[in-house]
Nanobody, 120 residues
Framework: QAQLVESGGGLVQPGGSLRLSCAAS????????IGWFRQAPGKEREGVLC????????YYTDSVKGRFTISRDNAKNTVYLQMNSLKPEDTAVYYC?????????????WGKGTLVTVSS
């Protein structure tokens, strides 16, 4: 069964860091773009960052530029989101999803999400 599983969320103080993981099973991520999305309480889901099949990064929002980076390890079939200098407004459930291209509008698979809470 194809699925994506996010992990690494938790409670962190402002200015802290977290690394989220998105592990795929039942299919390979090798030829797919993987995006990270987030949904804050009471808000719509928004795109954060995407990595192409060749490893290039595309930011969906300027609010995380200079703080968040994305990487992939095809050998582990996993994509990572490194989040530094976290702010309270980064609090959200973070989801990963696969797409054909980062510019594609169609999502193939969604993960179930991991909660990130930034608070002192």
């Amino acid at each position: 069964q194809a699925q994506l599983v996010e992990s690494g969320g938790g409670l962190v103080q402002p200015g802290g860091s977290l690394r989220l993981s998105c592990a795929a099973s039942g299919f390979t991520l090798d030829y797919k773009a993987i995006g990270w999305f987030r949904q804050a309480p009471g808000k719509e889901r928004e795109g954060v960052l995407c990595i192409t099949s060749s490893g290039s990064s595309i930011y969906y929002t300027d609010s995380v530029k200079g703080r968040f980076t994305i990487s992939r390890d095809n050998a582990k079939n996993t994509v990572y989101l490194q989040m530094n200098s976290l702010k309270p407004e980064d609090t959200a459930v973070y989801y990963c999803a696969t797409k054909r291209f980062c510019t594609s509008s169609t999502i193939e698979y969604w993960g179930k999400g991991t909660l990130v809470t930034v608070s002192s």
